[in-house]
């Protein structure tokens, strides 16, 4: 298939409109004529991935996060974003990226199926009452320990960060995968008792405790991986004689 009926397929499960205005996605990169036999899934276009891409003689990169989310004056050698473009226009690489049209109209609803949540609202609504991040019910009331240990299983990650008491009782939650800082209010606002997110900050963190909300960080990776098999799973039904891989888990840092 070509690249460009590749890209409407996606579009017409993630249409670009229900990306954040300030976001950057759709193809951003390559040729859509491209014939795509090939397709490589990945949360962030690293030097890793990009080499990946090359020398496993993919077609086409798709990832979550995009590579480049302004205008740019050159494209070289001299900088980090050129090389990777460079390497992907040599090997003739197509890449696309679906950051916040995918949160909207994919990883909100997936992230709240993975912890069992019912009675579930929009966080912040992007278009037509859909948007990003969820706020529901836990199956039952937990405390704040066994919260975050379900997280874990839920998202397959080895470890999170409790703000809060860890024998507090909850049960209404907000998520928002990635990082969530911004919309923190808006599940204040909901009267969360938890809030699971990451990328959160010490100040965030206690002021949020303070303001009567736990928080789980479960790190920015940690709950948006999930993009890559969800998305494999899509792109498996609506397109035929087309290969596809997803990059192994691989979480960004290590704690010691």
């Not at 249409?15 to 976001?23: F, K, L, P």
């Not at 405390?143 to 703000?163: D, H, M, S």
Request: charged content about 25%; overall charge negative; proline content about 3%.
């Amino acid at each position: 298939m070509k690249c460009s009926e590749i890209c409407a397929l996606i579009e017409q499960e993630y249409g670009t409109e229900y990306a954040c205005d300030w976001d950057n996605v759709g193809l951003l990169a390559g040729r859509s004529t491209k014939e795509v036999k090939k397709i490589l899934l990945s949360l962030d276009a690293t030097d890793e991935v990009v080499r990946m891409a090359a020398e496993g003689g993919y077609d086409m990169l798709i990832t979550h996060h995009p590579m480049l989310f302004s205008a740019i004056k050159r494209v070289t050698d001299q900088d980090m974003n050129g090389r990777r473009l460079l390497e992907l226009i040599r090997n003739d690489i197509s890449y696309y990226a679906m950051h916040t049209n995918y949160d909207t109209r994919g990883m909100a609803d997936l992230a709240t199926r993975l912890m069992g949540l019912t009675e579930c609202a929009v966080l912040e609504e992007v278009k037509d009452g859909e948007g990003i991040g969820r706020v529901g019910k836990l199956p039952h009331p937990m405390t704040l320990r066994e919260c975050g240990e379900q997280v874990k299983v839920a998202y397959g990650i080895p470890n999170v960060r409790l703000f809060g008491n860890p024998d507090t009782q909850v049960s209404l939650v907000g998520i928002c995968p990635g990082a969530g800082k911004s919309t923190m209010p808006l599940a204040l606002g909901f009267g969360c008792d938890v809030y699971i997110t990451g990328d959160i900050d010490h100040h965030t963190g206690i002021d949020a405790v303070d303001q009567g909300m736990c928080i789980i960080d479960a790190g920015h990776y940690g709950v948006e991986h999930i993009f890559m098999e969800d998305v494999k799973a899509y792109l498996e039904k609506v397109l035929t004689g087309v290969h596809m891989d997803c990059v192994a888990v691989k979480h960004p840092f290590v704690v010691i």
